[in-house]
C-alpha cells in the first residue's frame, strides 16, 4: 500500500505557472512508474504525464512543451511543473502509482493502482 499526498494547487491567472507536489508514504525509489492525471469538471479523467524510474517520460499532446514532471527518489516526491497555464487545464490533478515494472507507451488510469485525494488548479483568464 502506498499512500500519496498532493499540494502546490492553487489560483493562478492565465500564463502564470505552478508545481505540483506529490509526498509517497513509501520510497519512491522502489516505484517504477508514478504519474500525473487530471479531471476537470464533467470531464472524464485524462492523463497528463507518467515517469519510469529509469527516467522515460511521456506527455499528453496538450501539455508538450508546458509541463515537466520529475521525481526525487530521495524525497518520495513526485512533481508536475507547469507553466503558459491556460483556463483549459484547471483540473483536480491526481499523482499515481502504476502496478507493473514498466511504464506503458500509452497511460490508462486503469494501470494505476494507488491514487491521492487530488489538488485542485484554477486558471481564469
Known amino acids: 500500500q502506498v499512500q500519496l499526498v498532493e499540494s502546490g494547487g492553487d489560483s493562478v491567472q492565465a500564463g502564470g505557472s505552478l508545481r505540483l507536489s506529490c509526498q509517497a508514504s513509501?520510497?519512491?525509489?522502489?516505484?517504477?512508474?508514478m504519474g500525473w492525471f487530471r479531471q476537470g469538471p464533467g470531464k472524464e479523467r485524462e492523463a497528463v504525464a507518467q515517469?519510469?524510474?529509469?527516467?522515460?517520460?511521456s506527455y499528453a499532446d496538450s501539455v508538450k512543451g508546458r509541463f515537466t514532471i520529475s521525481r526525487e527518489d530521495a524525497a518520495n516526491i513526485l512533481y508536475l511543473d507547469m507553466n503558459n497555464l491556460t483556463p483549459e487545464d484547471a483540473a483536480m490533478y491526481y499523482c499515481?502509482?502504476?502496478?507493473?515494472?514498466?511504464?506503458?507507451?500509452?497511460?490508462?488510469?486503469?494501470?494505476?493502482?494507488?491514487w491521492g485525494q487530488g489538488t485542485q488548479v484554477t486558471v481564469s483568464s
Open positions: 499515481a502509482v502504476r502496478r507493473g515494472s514498466s511504464c506503458g507507451a500509452r497511460q490508462y488510469p486503469t494501470d494505476f493502482v494507488f
Open positions: 513509501t520510497g519512491t525509489f522502489t516505484i517504477t512508474c
Open positions: 515517469i519510469a524510474r529509469d527516467g522515460y517520460r
